[in-house]
């Protein structure tokens, strides 16, 4: 394991030095949230957007963090290593308790950690394979929450049927994917489900959206039925750390041609493109 350094409770350590207590509440209960984020060349991108969608996460598990962006930039920077795609892991919990108790303890330090890892590059050309999943996970998955044993388990079931990810179908509609939000052509329309409590607010989503906008590429924020999806001409993934993903193949069944698409082509670029520009 590479002994990288990882940054905890106000000190930069070894990543093999850095322990909590067996007492922490993010191990107990998974009492905390998180944030990925992606940084290009040395810059982490889209700061602003991860910092809101961190502070609405803690906000949805009543842990406010007074920490601003300078203060966040602080500490995250010094933990860029070299390359060119990097993501740092950002971990918050309510914190080590004196004891077990699921109610909330009345004094306890949040625990802060974060690390940063490479982006693997890999090629996303030829698309990859998905299946449609029941979404079985809970109602607030807007929150960002580290409490993530349901999309574990489907993620591993779409790994174990030799597929990428696994889109989640709740009441006949598409959600997201285990660890991603998608959009599909449909009718050659770029389509990408609304934003509620049932997904996670995507930042690369959001760029995506307004990629879109300002290229005149023409996209609804809608539902997303399971016959909707089946007949899409395209399929993506999108994460910070997959960036834009074509799904080629849905239960084993071609999208559109089985190629990649043209506007994921398109959007590729744009995205490429920006990532540049703003880094
Ligand atoms: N996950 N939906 C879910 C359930 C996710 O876990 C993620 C990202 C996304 C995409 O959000 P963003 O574009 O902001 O990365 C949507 C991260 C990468 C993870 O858990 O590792």
Redesign the pocket.
Known sequence: MQDKIVYLNGEYLPLSKAKISVLDRGFLFGDGV?E?IPAYFGQLFCLEA?LQ?LNNSLHGIRLPISLDTKQWLEILQPLLIEGDAQ?I?LQITRGVADKRDHAFPEQCEPTIFAMCSEIVPFARDKGVQAITLDDMRWQL?NI?ATT?LA?ILLRQQAVDNACAEAILIKDGYAT??????IFAVIDGVLVTPINSNE???????DVIIDLAKVNGISLREDVISLAALQSASEIWL?????EILPVTSLDNKPVGNGQVGPVWQTMQKLFQEYKGAIS
Do not use: F, Q
């Open positions: 998180y990925v991860h969608r993501y892991y998955c960002k993530l999309n997201e994917g285990a660890a991603s939000n997904i996670l607010p995507g930042i690369t989503r999108t994460s910070s750390t997959r």
